[in-house]
Nanobody, 124 residues
Framework: QVQLVESGGGSVQAGGSLRLSCAAS????????LAWFRQAPGKEREGVAR????????YYADSVKGRFTISQDNAKNTLYLQMNSLKPEDTAMYYC?????????????????WGQGTQVIVSS
């Protein structure tokens, strides 16, 4: 069973930065997708960024484009999300997700494996 463990969340002031990490174990698909999602209280889970594990191609939600960067370290089986210029509206629980081979999307329904989440709080 694939296991995903996020870390790196915390509290920062607006304009600050955080880097989230997601350690993946037993994830052996060389051509699939990894992604970051977030969910704020009372809101639906939304896709933030995704990366294709084979090509390395990335895609970002408009709300984070230019501020967040998704990357992977295949040697360490780790996914990252570098978050810069953070805003209060970025406050949410952030989740790492992985899917079995298939179309690379930012739809939560397309992902098979989820981490437990890491909290990000951005104060103004």
């Amino acid at each position: 069973q694939v296991q995903l463990v996020e870390s790196g969340g915390g509290s920062v002031q607006a304009g600050g930065s955080l880097r989230l990490s997601c350690a993946a174990s037993r994830y052996t698909y060389s051509s699939s997708c990894l992604a970051w999602f977030r969910q704020a209280p009372g809101k639906e889970r939304e896709g933030v960024a995704r990366i294709h594990t084979g090509s390395g191609s990335t895609y970002y939600a408009d709300s984070v484009k230019g501020r967040f960067t998704i990357s992977q370290d295949n040697a360490k089986n780790t996914l990252y999300l570098q978050m810069n210029s953070l805003k209060p509206e970025d406050t949410a629980m952030y989740y790492c997700a992985a899917r079995r081979p298939g179309l690379c999307t930012l739809s939560p329904n397309d992902y098979n494996y989820w981490g437990q989440g890491t909290q990000v709080i951005v104060s103004s």
